[in-house]
T-cell receptor
Framework: EAGVAQSPRYKIIEKRQSVAFWCNPI?????LYWYQQILGQGPKLLIQ????????DSQLPKDRFSAERLKGVDSTLKIQPAKLEDSAVYLC??????????????FGPGTRLTVL | RKEVEQDPGPFNVPEGATVAFNCTYS??????FFWYRQDCRKEPKLLMS???SGNEDGRFTAQLNRASQYISLLIRDSKLSDSATYLC????????????FGSGTRLLVRP
């Protein structure tokens, strides 16, 4: 089974520039997440999609971050304009329901963003 | 107060040692609990879920104390390959689909 795909793996931009990240979840997974992981911290949820609808975007800085999942499959996360504090790894994840009734999250390899 | 709190470490132990990590969570309504492992510059991967009765997977034992809102992970007979960051994870009280991650505890196993 193919895993969660993300691109690019690395991106270096200057502050105030724009950047976009792409994610393709595991085939058939309806729920997709974007996380931000700053060095030394755990992943922080930015947005959760169920198919093409947003379930939770309460921690998404909407003045500069946007995300879409138009066809309910792959997703794009955009930052415009970027700030120095946006330097982080952006992780995409999707979930599988396990027999015990709990959900296992599978993460993509992440996109490491450096804002100069 | 953070929703999930962990000692950041690092824990520096010799091979063969037993090491324990602790975690506390703030929301008593949380129902699902996990330990994830994250290797340097890699994505997190599920290590094990944590059941109310406690559970064991080889050298790893997880315990949950709901009354104290406390989760633990015990690693016996540490291997060099156990060196990683261990993330304590609980589900959001409003949804089993939302996971809240601790900042992680770093483990270094030395020869």
């Amino acid at each position: 089974e193919a895993g969660v795909a993300q691109s690019p793996r690395y991106k270096i931009i200057e502050k105030r520039q724009s950047v976009a990240f792409w994610c393709n979840p595991i085939s058939g997974h309806a729920t997709l997440y974007w996380y931000q992981q700053i060095l030394g911290q755990g992943p922080k949820l930015l947005i959760q999609f169920q198919n093409n609808g947003v379930v939770d975007d309460s921690q998404l800085p909407k003045d500069r971050f946007s995300a879409e999942r138009l066809k309910g499959v792959d997703s794009t996360l955009k930052i415009q304009p970027a700030k120095l504090e946006d330097s982080a790894v952006y992780l995409c994840a999707s979930i599988t329901r396990r027999p015990g009734g709990w959900n296992e999250q599978f993460f993509g390899p992440g996109t490491r963003l450096t804002v100069l | 107060r953070k929703e999930v709190e962990q000692d950041p470490g690092p824990f520096n132990v010799p091979e063969g040692a037993t090491v324990a990590f602790n975690c506390t969570y703030s929301n008593s309504a949380s129902q699902s609990f996990f330990w994830y492992r994250q290797d340097c510059r890699k994505e997190p991967k599920l290590l094990m879920s944590v059941y109310s009765s406690g559970n064991e997977d080889g050298r790893f034992t997880a315990q949950l104390n709901r009354a104290s809102q406390y989760i633990s992970l015990l690693i016996r007979d540490s291997k060099l390959s156990d060196s990683a960051t261990y993330l304590c994870v609980v589900n959001g009280a409003d949804s089993s689909y939302k996971l809240i991650f601790g900042s992680g505890t770093r483990l270094l196993v030395r020869p």
